[in-house]
T-cell receptor
Framework: KNQVEQSPQSLIILEGKNCTLQ??????????LRWYKQDTGRGPVSLTI?????NTKSNGRYTATLDADTKQSSLHITASQLSDSASYIC????????????FGTGTRLTIIP | NAGVTQTPKFRILKIGQSMTLQCAQD?????MYWYRQDPGMGLKLIYY???????DKGEVPNGYNVSRSTTEDFPLRLELAAPSQTSVYFC?????????????FGPGTRLTVT
């Protein structure tokens, strides 16, 4: 069964600190992996999309890594800001297009001043 | 561009009532999707459409219906609402359906069935 597991479930860090969120998946075959940011009460917003041939991709202070061999990804947030408080969702796509996306349950990140 | 818009933002339904959740996009995307997000769970695909006049079931279609008469609009119909349909519903659109096409999500509709 295709699954995406994220850890930790929740995380609290001080403003200005760095953090890393983890994603493990069992989706096969694999097409691409996405990280989304979801603010409370809003829809998810895409941060990065990586195919199997990419092992790192950045979007400002967000850097995602992908190891397709071990089926693991991480999202690193540098110099966190209060606005980074949100849920971060890992999503994996198989070879069947967007209608076969498998969503993780997310990591709830809280940044405290 | 407004992107993907959804109405209403909130709704409370009684068991057995029906309603339509509206979704519209102004990006001329062919692909549109309806998801539900339950607490502590990942988003689940209800229905999707690859273009006007074409719709298909996702992972959890029971109790829902959709139509796609125009490129812009993709309404989701709930017939005979049940408490199990209490959830947050998200509509999304994408330029393409394969590969790495980004999905753009609406702000969501929070539905409670009591």
């Amino acid at each position: 069964k295709n699954q995406v597991e994220q850890s930790p479930q929740s995380l609290i860090i001080l403003e200005g600190k760095n953090c890393t969120l983890q994603c493990n998946y069992t989706v096969s075959p694999f097409s691409n992996l996405r990280w989304y940011k979801q603010d409370t009460g809003r829809g998810p917003v895409s941060l990065t999309i990586m195919t199997f041939s990419e092992n790192t991709k950045s979007n400002g202070r967000y850097t995602a890594t992908l190891d397709a061999d071990t089926k693991q990804s991480s999202l690193h947030i540098t110099a966190s800001q209060l606005s980074d408080s949100a849920s971060y969702i890992c999503v994996v796509s198989g070879n069947f297009g967007n209608e076969k996306l498998t969503f993780g349950t997310g990591t709830r990140l809280t940044i405290i001043p | 561009n407004a992107g993907v818009t959804q109405t209403p933002k909130f709704r409370i339904l009684k068991i057995g009532q029906s309603m339509t959740l509206q979704c519209a996009q102004d990006m001329n995307h062919n692909y549109m999707y309806w998801y539900r997000q339950d607490p502590g769970m990942g988003l689940k695909l209800i229905y999707y459409s690859v273009g006007a006049g074409i719709t298909d079931k996702g992972e959890v279609p029971n109790g829902y219906n959709v139509s796609r008469s125009t490129t812009e609009d993709f309404p989701l119909r709930l017939e005979l609402a049940a408490p199990s349909q209490t959830s947050v519903y998200f509509c999304a659109s994408a330029e393409g359906g394969e590969g790495s096409y980004e999905q753009y999500f609406g702000p969501g509709t929070r539905l409670t069935v009591t």
